[in-house]
């Protein structure tokens, strides 16, 4: 059987409901995304919505008028041209530009799900998810035609061919190759749009895979509801109101992308500006000429502007870009940051650094994305509190519309206290369908009721009676030694104490001895030097000989998702020498 058996189907229902409010309960009026942009085009024809800089600088903007009537010419195109019907899928192998979000809505019109790749994949993956997905059409940019012609027939190393693709749409660029041309095929389409059927909230709109170190990939499946819903608790967390910008440098082939500055902008009648990615002499520049109030970024960025502010500042320039002071930025409010670990080093270093704070926050693509974040109301004291006194800088509180809770982290569904470490677990509106045709891990992730993340954390309870969470890591990436576990964040923020260690991750690697033992991988910063007894004799210093890394490697790259996570997991082959050998005191 592919899809959940009926008692998981019940303990789905359980996980997707909201303090005793159902699923079908809806906590927006909007029946469609369609439906919301029709609205917002109607209310605010004349306001920007998108404004878009490509790798070049190249500006544009669309309001929301403007945006609709492309989107309706690329919804005739699918349906007339390509047959694309309501609850068929639709993949991009691109990047973030103006005519991809144009695609995600045209099918969200059409009732069609979207399914983007992430071209930073290995072509057998995506191989694999074109397939697992049974996209009817692939639209790639130019630069990615031949790598998608590839791919769709087969010709990668373990792939097979992808039958269900039917099309392949050249995006941008010059007409007049074998492929369709979006620009070209749209512009001779109407701009006025109905769907042919009835597009609804539980429509699936958006098929993400999980980005997992091992097994195949899964498919999760979200709703026009779900999105919706998860933005609308993001507009209300943040206070973004009309007159506010966003300020996208994440990819919009994952889910923060897409609901933080796409879908909760457009809820709320916001405006975003949109960025080919990130580029730390651009950041704080864009942020300024474009009136933004917030960003939404991931802790690699944050390391990435903190080196560019002192790389200028020993130039004699500017901290925040060429010809930008602080009162340049007196409009902006905050920066939004999760998907990745963020240490209190980088934390501190930043918000001292640049006089922001950072709204900590979590969520996965199975909750659609943020399910907790720091108050944006705390005092400055307190929000340095739960940024630094517990050991891990808080993720916050659950927001609208899931909570969240502590439970025992084998499964048992018995629900932790304050300050007991367990599995991080999540129901609310925002909680996926499930996973696509995968039954084992749907029945497994929904045990008792409630959505199981994986991460290992707890929470502590403030004088108003909210419970503040913390990750403290993976369960999976939890370091097994001889029956004890260790979390690599522990280890990783004694690492981090070094002014000479940029990146510094905790590793389980494979002992005959202990199962597990505990390796260090150290990149440093640009001119440091250090040696690996060094490393291990300021380890032991601050933790016990069990918990301290007996193995330190140093090198230069780090394996990370395009969403910032740090990938422990493919480090463990490096300390396969060490696999036989016995550390003792």
């Not at 991009?92 to 983007?116: E, Q, R, S």
């Amino acid at each position: 059987m592919a899809h959940p058996d009926p008692q998981t189907l019940e303990h789905i229902r359980a996980a997707r409901t909201y303090r005793g409010t159902p699923p079908d309960h809806y906590l927006v009026p909007y029946h469609s995304l369609g439906d919301l942009l029709d609205r917002r085009a109607a209310e605010m024809a004349h306001k920007v919505f998108l404004i878009h800089y490509d790798a070049d600088g190249h500006r544009e903007e669309f309001t929301y008028a403007e945006f609709n009537r492309r989107v309706n010419q690329v919804a005739h195109f699918l349906t007339n041209r390509l047959g694309v019907k309501r609850g068929d899928r639709i993949a991009t192998i691109g990047y973030n530009h103006c005519d991809t979000v144009l695609i995600y809505f045209a099918a969200w019109k059409v009732g069609a799900a979207m399914a983007p790749q992430n071209v930073t994949e290995d072509d057998e993956r995506i191989n694999y998810i074109l397939r697992n997905s049974e996209a009817v059409v692939l639209f790639a940019r130019p630069e990615y035609l031949a790598r998608a012609d590839q791919i769709v027939r087969g010709k990668v190393h373990g792939g097979q061919p992808v039958t269900n693709i039917q099309e392949i749409v050249q995006v941008g660029g010059e007409h007049g190759g074998p492929y369709l041309h979006l620009g070209s095929e749209a512009a001779q389409m109407p701009d006025s749009f109905v769907p042919p059927h009835p597009v609804s909230r539980e429509d699936e709109c958006l098929l993400v895979y999980t980005s997992g170190t091992t097994g195949a990939p899964k498919g999760v499946v979200l709703t026009h509801y779900n999105l919706m819903v998860d933005a609308h608790g993001i507009a209300e967390w943040h206070t973004i109101t009309p007159n506010q910008r966003l300020m996208c440098v994440l990819p919009i082939h994952h889910v923060n992308g897409i609901v933080v500055t796409l879908i909760t902008p457009l809820l709320v009648g916001a405006s975003v500006v949109l960025n080919r990615g990130y580029s730390s002499s651009h950041f704080w520049e864009r942020i300024a000429r474009e009136r933004v109030q917030i960003a939404s970024v991931v802790p690699t960025l944050l390391q990435f502007s903190l080196e560019y502010a002192d790389h200028a500042a020993e130039q004699g320039r500017s901290i925040w870009g060429e010809g930008i002071t602080r009162d340049d930025l007196a409009g902006f409010r905050h920066v939004v940051c999760g998907a990745g670990t963020l240490a209190i080093s980088l934390a501190s270093a930043f918000e001292e650094r640049f006089g922001f704070p950072i709204v900590h926050g979590y969520g996965l693509s199975e909750t659609t994305c943020y399910s907790c974040g720091l108050p944006v109301d705390l005092s400055w004291e307190e929000h340095r509190r739960w940024m630094r006194d517990y050991g891990y800088p808080s993720i916050g509180v659950p927001i609208t519309p899931n909570e969240m809770a502590i439970f025992d982290p084998m499964g048992s569904g018995q629900q932790l206290g304050p300050g007991e470490r367990g599995e991080i677990c999540i129901r609310g509106h925002n909680v996926m369908k499930y996973y696509y045709l995968r039954p084992d891990s749907n029945a497994e992730t929904f045990r008792f009721g409630w959505f199981r993340s994986g991460d290992e954390g707890f929470y502590e309870v403030d004088d108003q009676g909210r419970p503040f969470f913390f990750i403290t890591g993976r369960i999976k990436e939890l370091i097994n030694r001889g029956g004890v576990k260790f979390s690599p964040f522990d280890i990783e923020e004694v690492l981090l104490e070094l002014p000479e260690v940029k990146v510094g991750l905790a590793v389980a690697f494979e002992n005959d001895y202990y199962g597990e033992e505990v390796g260090a991988y150290v990149v440093l910063n640009q001119g440091g030097h250090l040696t690996e007894q060094q490393v291990i004799e300021h380890c032991r210093r601050h933790m016990p000989f069990e918990k301290s890394p007996k193995v330190v490697l140093f090198g230069t790259e780090v394996p990370v998702t395009t969403t910032g996570k740090y990938q422990r997991l493919k480090l463990r082959s490096l300390f396969e020498p060490w696999r036989h050998v016995q550390f003792r005191p």
